[in-house]
T-cell receptor, first 113, second 114 residues
Framework: GESVGLHLPTLSVQEGDNSIINCAYS??????FIWYKQESGKGPQFIID?????DKRQGQRVTVLLNKTVKHLSLQIAATQPGDSAVYFC????????????FGQGTELSVKP | KAGVTQTPRYLIKTRGQQVTLSCSPI?????VSWYQQTPGQGLQFLFE???????NKGNFPGRFSGRQFSNSRSEMNVSTLELGDSALYLC?????????????FGPGTRLLVL
């Protein structure tokens, strides 16, 4: 398969702090990127997306940064809350392959009250 | 709008059997993609259907197949089940006509093969 999930990286933060989750993507031809949040027992939930013609996009408490030079994505969560605890996945859509997402391995975010 | 629904939510099968999973997309969405999620391999793309046609396929053996109906509902089938097919199977829907549109996921079907 194209997505390899090994040991899940973990990020532990204090409630109220900002969180930064990083992701390296694989295909320089990818032109659409999405961040998902997955809670235990649920399917991935859309957080924010960004297209390759942008380098930054902001949502409510979240910001995604895209660096195409080094094929890197990051998700910043402001004022992290206990409800933000989950596994976060970045996903890329290879060019001309609509409907197909390649997922990163995921990062587990743990928020300490 | 109602979200993506998947049935059944849980399933136990034995090796050699076959299984059919169902996915109902968000109303108005014409693209349905299927993914397999396991602890070892993460989330992997199986295939995508749009207007009853398979447009993209991942690197899975031919035992994995799918189809889409005229109302955009989709099914996937796994024949001759193996222990390694135990996984969470997720479907996602999108309005998708040419790419670059968000996929929204259902809750998944948890398949256990004994």
């Amino acid at each position: 398969g194209e997505s390899v999930g090994l040991h899940l990286p973990t990020l532990s933060v204090q409630e109220g702090d900002n969180s930064i989750i990083n992701c390296a993507y694989s295909n320089s031809a990818s032109d659409y990127f999405i961040w998902y949040k997955q809670e235990s027992g649920k399917g991935p939930q859309f957080i924010i997306d960004i297209r390759s013609n942008m380098d930054k996009r902001q949502g409510q408490r979240v910001t995604v940064l895209l660096n195409k030079t080094v094929k890197h994505l990051s998700l910043q969560i402001a004022a992290t809350q206990p409800g933000d605890s989950a596994v976060y996945f970045c996903a890329e859509e290879p060019g001309n392959q609509g409907g197909k997402l390649i997922f990163g391995q995921g990062t587990e975010l743990s928020v300490k009250p | 709008k109602a979200g993506v629904t998947q049935t059944p939510r849980y399933l136990i099968k034995t090796r050699g059997q076959q299984v059919t999973l169902s996915c109902s997309p968000i109303s108005g969405h014409r693209s349905v993609s299927w993914y397999q999620q396991t602890p070892g391999q993460g989330l992997q793309f199986l295939f995508e259907y749009f207007s009853e046609t398979q447009r993209n396929k991942g690197n899975f053996p031919g035992r994995f197949s799918g189809r889409q109906f005229s109302n955009s509902r989709s099914e996937m089938n796994v024949s001759t089940l193996e222990l390694g097919d135990s996984a969470l199977y997720l479907c996602a829907s999108s309005p998708l006509t040419s790419g670059g549109e968000t996929q929204y996921f259902g809750p998944g079907t948890r398949l256990l093969v004994l």
